[in-house]
């Protein structure tokens, strides 16, 4: 199959998103994940990651009126790409509680962009990339066979790497505690507070009137929390110990030292 109606589909995709990143990158990731970038940082990779889209977008354009076998490696790296996009993006969302309006219409986009390049290179199978010609080869099975196994296998491998970084590696906090919780009353009443797999936690905080993010490390021994974060100029390090005394998968009651008692439900 001829794959430059798939290159230029792909370019012009890419180069839209391209030029979303690098123009308004906390709007792009608030309609993709739900949330915009807050720290200068975030802002500077997602446009480092604008750029790269669009240089995709640049080699998919000049490469679609080229031969098939010169598209051979385009397209491959390109099914590489579109295969770990829905994976990276089905991770945030089931992992870090994040989804945008266009965290499941990029997935599937991805995901068709993936069949698309598979059918591409099916005509490929029958000589190597390298070659000019092709000799007839005895079939054993079919072209949409042999790819429906590397589909296949990728998938499982794919799957079994995310399993294993999502239970074992980054499982360090309890399942119930994990997502995004929101302070109903008290003095801190808006804040919000993320609580990720991996044991970290992002808190948007009131303090004295300004929005402050905390960053910490968590970890959870029984029923208490035990949160440590970094002081930015000393680097001196300061650990908070909470109590948790109720916790349900809509509501979270947890009490420091000192009695205060923060009174959560987990975000919509």
Same mark, same amino acid.
């Given at each position: 199959?001829?794959?430059?109606? #798939?290159?230029? &589909?792909?370019?012009?995709?890419? %180069? ?5 990143? /690098? ?9 993709? #994940? ?8 975030? %802002?500077?990779?997602?446009? @480092? ?58 997935? #599937? ?14 005509? #490929? +199978?029958? +000589? ?48 119930? /505690? @994990? ?8 003095? =801190? ?20 009137? =300004? ?6 490390? &968590? ?7 035990? +949160? $440590? ?6 680097? =001196?390090? %300061?650990?908070?110990? =909470?109590?948790?005394? $109720? ?22």
């Amino acid at each position: 199959m001829n794959s430059k109606g #798939l290159l230029i &589909v792909t370019a012009l995709i890419e %180069v839209g998103t391209g030029l979303a990143l /690098l123009a308004v990158p906390s709007l792009t990731a608030e309609l993709l #994940l739900g949330e915009g970038f807050i720290s200068p940082p975030a %802002v500077v990779v997602a446009r @480092v990651a604008g750029v790269a889209l669009i240089w995709i977008a640049v080699a998919c354009w000049l490469g679609r009126n080229a031969e098939r076998r010169e598209q051979y490696g385009l397209v491959a790296g390109m099914l590489i790409y579109n295969v770990s996009m829905p994976i990276v993006l089905i991770h945030a969302w089931f992992s870090l509680s994040l989804e945008g309006l266009g965290l499941w219409p990029a997935s #599937l986009l991805h995901a068709g962009l993936a069949i698309w390049c598979s059918v591409s290179l099916r005509p #490929l +199978s029958g +000589s190597s990339p390298g070659s000019s010609i092709s000799a007839p080869v005895p079939r054993h099975r079919s072209s949409l066979e042999r790819w429906a196994l590397r589909g296949l296998c990728l998938v499982v491998v794919g799957g079994g790497t995310w399993a294993l970084f999502e239970f074992v590696v980054w499982n360090r906090i309890p399942a119930e /505690l @994990v997502g995004k919780w929101v302070v109903t009353d008290g003095p =801190q009443e808006g804040a919000t507070f993320d609580f990720y797999r991996s044991g970290r936690m992002t808190g948007r905080v009131n303090q004295g009137g =300004q929005l402050g993010i905390v960053n910490a490390t &968590v970890r959870v021994e029984g029923q208490t929390i035990l +949160s $440590t974060t970094r002081h930015s100029r000393t680097g =001196q390090e %300061v650990t908070i110990v =909470q109590h948790i005394r $109720t916790v349900t998968p809509t509501r979270l009651v947890v009490e420091d030292e000192k009695g205060n008692r923060l009174n959560m439900e987990r975000a919509r």
